[in-house]
Antibody, heavy 114, light 112 residues
């Protein structure tokens, strides 16, 4: 069974940093590109970043480019999102998802507030 | 960016009724490999999104065949035949053909 478990969310002040993790199981993680997608409270879905299976290709939404870094450790079956210079508008539930939005984790909540 | 226009924003239905949701993209969603990466998701209240349909018309694993997807290029439709209580929630179309990936604004399906 495919499982994606996000962690690392929390309350953080504007301008600070936070690193999210997504632990994958139930499939060969190193064979798949991965995505981060977020959902602000009461709002729709917004794609954040994608990374290819070998980290050769990386893409970001313009809203996070230069502030967020997606990475992965295939030996640990883990996807990461390093978030810096956080803003109030980054407040959201952050999901990791497999390609084609096929599988989603339960999400981890990031709240940016002073 | 590809804009996904989803209609209607909400639907009020009775159990057993059939409904359709439309999703139109601002540009063709046909990828260079010939496939169309248009998907339909359901987010039940308090839950993570779940993919129902992938690549326009393919039923996801374990998804009832009451759900069906049609369309091509820029115009897509999700049909739910004989709505059941478990179908309530917000439906999203999503395109993963072009970066940035984009989503429709959602259609909230409620009980009449």
């Amino acid at each position: 069974e495919v499982q994606l478990v996000e962690s690392g969310g929390g309350l953080v002040q504007p301008g600070r940093s936070l690193k999210l993790s997504c632990l994958a199981s139930g499939f060969t993680f190193s064979n798949y590109g991965m995505n981060w997608i977020r959902q602000a409270p009461g709002k729709g879905l917004e794609w954040v970043a994608s990374i290819s299976s070998s980290s050769s290709y990386i893409y970001y939404a313009d809203t996070v480019k230069g502030r967020f870094t997606i990475s992965r450790d295939n030996a640990k079956n883990t996807l990461y999102l390093q978030m810096t210079s956080l803003r109030s508008e980054d407040t959201a539930l952050y999901y990791c998802a497999r390609p084609g939005v096929a599988y989603w984790g339960q999400g981890t909540l990031v709240t940016v507030s002073s | 960016d590809v804009v996904m226009t989803q209609t209607p924003p909400s639907l009020s239905v009775a159990i057993g009724q059939s409904v359709s949701i439309s999703c139109k993209s601002s540009q063709s969603l046909v990828y260079s490999d010939g496939k169309t990466y248009l998907h339909w998701l359901l987010q039940s209240p308090g839950r993570s999104p779940k993919r129902l349909i992938y690549q326009v018309s393919n039923l996801g694993s374990g998804v009832p065949d009451r759900f069906s997807g049609t369309g091509s290029q820029k115009d897509f439709t999700l049909k739910i035949s004989r709505v059941e209580a478990e179908d309530l929630g917000v439906y999203y179309c999503a395109q993963t053909t072009h970066f940035p990936y984009t989503f429709g604004a959602g259609t909230k399906l409620e009980l009449k």
